[in-house]
């Protein structure tokens, strides 16, 4: 049991065995409600007792009683929150989900776990329909990309495609316009943008490579004060909701 946890923590673990791990009741919750699969569930005998996970629809998943020691050494974040879960990954083919998606928002390596789970649990906010990792970003079910998507996970359709320019050419061939966010683009307030269409975003770094930018339509930004000379940026997760709130607010 301690194995198949820690070992979740690295993507082709995870990969082989399509598993991930949940932690704390609220994840387990958004999961169940969502309706995704768990495996099993390791927890402290309070956090079984307790009324919000007797409450979940659990009847077949086997659990195993642990304290709260044992828990946060398995945890792959600084505590387990007294509940830990397997729960079943659930990747679609990027073709298929380009081909019913209206909004499809893509990932271009983008790398920190935090941002990529804020990202998804955004896009689900504003009722985007897909979500599609390229090269270098992060594991859409890794352990604390899980957790910072806040149950996002369950509510958009995630998809894995390493080719970014096969990619836009998939969206392309659905119909839709391709968009990138990018400091140079139009800013958000005179964007007009349509549907179906491609939301492009790039790293934290570095944004979107001079190909990505030639492969577009229309580039986007979100500018601020011109009084901010020690700010760099936007955070990528915060630029993007802005982003998206106009794209999925705004579109005909």
């Known amino acids: 049991m301690s194995t198949t946890l820690t070992s979740l923590q690295s993507r082709p673990n995870r990969q082989r065995a399509q598993l991930s791990v949940l932690v704390g009741i609220r994840a387990v919750e958004a999961a169940v409600q ?23 629809d ?23 929150q007294g509940l830990l879960a397997t729960v079943r990954i659930s990747l679609h083919n990027a073709a298929s989900v380009l081909e019913r998606a209206t909004t499809a928002l893509l990932l271009d390596g983008v790398q920190d776990p935090g941002n990529v789970g804020t990202l998804i649990r955004t896009a689900a906010w ?22 910072a998507g ?11 495609h390493d080719d970014l320019s096969e990619t836009v050419a998939l969206a392309r061939r659905a119909g839709m316009t391709c968009y990138g966010a990018d400091m140079g683009g139009t ?9 179906p269409s491609l939301l492009i975003v790039g790293s934290e770094a570095h944004g979107l490579s001079a190909a990505r930018l030639d492969a577009i339509d229309e580039p986007v930004s979100v500018s ?24 999925t607010v705004a579109a005909p």
Request: charged share 15%.
């Open 34 to 56: 969502g309706g995704a699969r768990i495996g099993h569930v390791i927890g402290t005998e309070t956090a079984f007792n307790a009324p919000r996970f007797r409450q979940l």
């Open 58 to 80: 659990l009847p077949d998943v086997p659990r195993y009683i642990a304290d709260t020691d044992t828990l946060d050494k398995l945890a792959p974040v600084a505590s387990a």
């Open 126 to 147: 504003f009722g985007v329909d897909a979500v599609v990792a390229g090269a270098q970003t992060a594991g859409l079910f890794h352990p604390s990309v899980l957790r």
């Open 150 to 160: 806040m149950g996002g996970h369950w509510d958009v359709a995630l998809a894995r």
């Open 187 to 195: 800013p958000v307030q005179y964007w007009h943008p349509v549907q």
């Open 224 to 247: 601020g004060s011109a009084d901010h000379p020690a700010t760099e940026s936007l955070n990528v997760a915060v630029a993007s909701g802005i982003v998206m709130h106009r794209w």
